[in-house]
């Protein structure tokens, strides 16, 4: 019989053992959670969730807890909720998602503070006040609120959606720019950070994800807010978008980078790709590439720190009650199956991973 000399033995072993160590290593990382990936990126990647469905659907804590590392509120830290009525605080919502997130050690982003009529009281849209009277009821506000979350809240988006570029002054005429004026924005970052000065803030919109308009006057106000000494460390992106078009990727790249040229985070704060219906295979497939998409600049981007979707589950999604037509728009499906989507944005963490590896050699 023949013999098989002894180094070809040795070298059989090993193909075989690094043939098993790679179907294994393969297995091991094609089943590794989004939050672990994304921790090992250096990325929050996180979720808007209610309370409510936090407390009576299991699979919805565990899909969460599994799969983010940050979680924002969709609704329960609006001025509506938290403040229904002057001085009295509701804070029990609120305080459940914090808890959620220290047990099961996750950020916490509070979202948001001064909004324009949705969601803000009508006892604040509709009360008869002075300039002086509406800034201490914003004062009140946001002291009582940023020092109650202080020390649990690591990122505040203090103003949500405060310009309006098709208006001449620039600004949604909430009752706060009609009453206080413009400088209501930089009013409301130094009442969060009088509040706690470590928490980061950030001024958060829709629509200025891509070079234009909106993201010129949202960079303009960052710059003039900078100058005038008011403490601001972000913008969020809110990026609700479809399949096709808006935003292009090099121009959020580029966005993001004029941002970063400011010494600002950018965070994508509330993404959805929304479908038309009839939902088709193809239509979730363009999905999966879209999140892939955002996730790739965001990636590529050093000042880009937080992915953060607008839910997770196609069971809980603001959009077919909004966007008359559109559905499914997120990355589980109502069953807390994974869609494509789920995939791609798992597949990007790897690849990013293996490429800072291979540069990190
Ligand atoms: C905006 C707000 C969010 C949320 C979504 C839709 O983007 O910033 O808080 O209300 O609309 O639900």
């Not at 043939?19 to 929050?44: M, N, P, V």
Request: net charge negative; glycine share 6%; hydrophobic share 35%.
């Amino acid at each position: 019989m023949k013999r098989i000399p002894t180094p070809s033995i040795f070298l059989s072993f090993l193909i075989i053992f690094c043939g098993i160590w790679h179907t294994y290593a393969d297995q091991s990382d094609s089943t590794a959670s989004l939050r672990e990936l994304a921790g090992k990126c250096d990325l929050y990647i996180g979720a808007a969730v209610t309370p409510e469905r936090m407390q009576r659907d299991s699979q919805y804590r565990e899909t969460l807890a599994r799969e983010f590392n940050l979680i924002t509120a969709e609704n329960v830290m609006k001025f509506h909720i938290l403040q229904p009525q002057r001085g009295k605080f509701n804070f029990a919502p609120a305080d459940q998602l914090v808890e959620f997130a220290r047990e099961q050690n996750m950020v916490q982003r509070g979202h948001s503070l001064i909004w324009h009529h949705m969601g803000t009281p009508d006892w604040v849209t509709k009360g008869d006040w002075t300039r002086e009277e509406l800034i201490e009821v914003m004062r009140e506000h946001i002291h009582t609120v940023v020092r109650h979350f202080k020390g649990k809240v690591k990122y505040w988006d203090v103003v949500n959606e405060a310009i309006d570029p098709e208006k001449s002054h620039g600004f949604h005429e909430s009752v706060w720019y009609r009453i206080i004026g413009a400088d209501y924005i930089d009013l409301a970052f130094q009442f969060a950070h009088e509040a706690d000065p470590d928490v980061l803030l950030c001024y958060n919109d829709f629509g200025g994800e891509r070079l234009g308009k909106k993201s010129d006057a949202i960079f303009e106000l960052a710059k003039g807010m900078q100058k005038r000494g008011i403490p601001i460390h972000g913008v969020g992106l809110q990026m609700h978008i479809r399949t096709h078009g808006y935003p292009e990727p090099e121009d959020l790249k580029a966005n993001i980078a004029r941002l970063g040229e400011l010494g600002l985070q950018t965070q994508i704060t509330e993404l959805d790709v929304r479908l038309q219906e009839p939902v088709t295979q193809e239509k979730i497939e363009r999905q999966a590439e879209r999140y892939q998409e955002i996730l790739q600049v965001c990636l590529e981007s050093p000042t880009c720190t937080a992915y953060i979707l607008w839910g997770f589950t196609d069971k809980s999604s603001w959009i077919p009650g909004f966007f008359k037509g559109y559905n499914d728009a997120l990355i589980f499906n109502r069953e807390y199956q994974p869609k494509p989507a789920y995939f791609s944005i798992q597949r990007t963490l790897m690849n990013h991973l293996q490429k800072e590896n291979v540069r990190s050699h």
